[in-house]
């Protein structure tokens, strides 16, 4: 369960930043909404820019349901986050 966290908060940053991004915000704004010092939010830019917006939404949302799905016990832990990792 840490590690979907570390996941899903990383995918929500590069998500986050995307749109701060297209909203013309620099690095040090960046930081700022992020919570983050200005050397983590450049890498967080950095890493951002290679994906595309939709495509990180659409892994939020699976990475979501997988969450609900584990807890409610119709997919194992492991397995389902193999699963994930193996689309990604």
């Known amino acids: 369960m840490k590690l979907m966290n570390l996941i899903y908060r990383s995918l929500k940053d590069s998500y986050t930043c995307l749109l701060l991004l297209n909203k013309g915000m620099n690095q040090s704004q960046i930081a700022n909404v992020l919570g983050v010092s200005p050397g983590r939010a450049y890498y967080i830019m950095k890493d951002a820019k290679s994906f595309d917006i939709d495509i990180l939404e659409s892994k939020i949302i699976e990475l979501c349901d997988l969450d609900y799905n584990i807890k ?9 986050l193999e699963l994930f990792l193996f689309g990604i």
């Open 72 to 80: 409610t016990g119709k997919i194992d832990k492991v397995s389902g």
